[in-house]
């Protein structure tokens, strides 16, 4: 099945922006949506955003309008962009496949590692 790796975390200010990647190695890829998710220590992992095999999107109300997800089947990609970043984006940011587009943790089978992001005042 699918293995999935996050990259591109790192530490930024309040108002910037960072792009996350996904990528993913195995087969079906294609046949998957793909979720974000995020974790602050303490505190519950929360779905952010969502692409269904088609394209379609689905994001948080927290993050809508700031967060854009797209996805590059050639790549087996899928990417969270994020502007205007805020404090309580800090969080540690994984990926996970399902066979549908869902902000829910029991809908996720696949899941990386994750990868930090931190938003500094």
């Known amino acids: 099945q699918l293995q999935l790796v996050e990259s591109g975390g790192g530490t930024v200010h309040v108002g910037e922006s960072l792009n996350v990647s996904c990528e993913a190695s195995?087969?079906?890829?294609?046949?998957?949506?793909i979720s974000w998710f995020r974790q602050s220590p303490g505190r519950e992992r929360e779905g952010i955003s969502s692409?269904?095999?088609?394209?379609?999107?689905y994001y948080k109300a927290s993050v809508k309008g700031r967060f854009t997800i797209s996805r590059d089947n050639a790549k087996n990609t899928v990417y969270l962009h994020m502007t205007s970043l805020q404090p309580n984006d800090t969080g540690v940011y994984y990926c996970?496949?399902?066979?549908?587009?869902?902000?829910?943790?029991?809908?996720?089978?696949?899941w990386g590692k994750g990868t930090l992001v931190i938003v500094s005042a």
């Open positions: 996970a496949a399902g066979t549908m587009p869902s902000l829910l943790y029991s809908g996720m089978d696949r």
């Open positions: 692409i269904s095999d088609g394209g379609l999107t």
């Open positions: 195995g087969s079906g890829f294609e046949y998957y949506a």
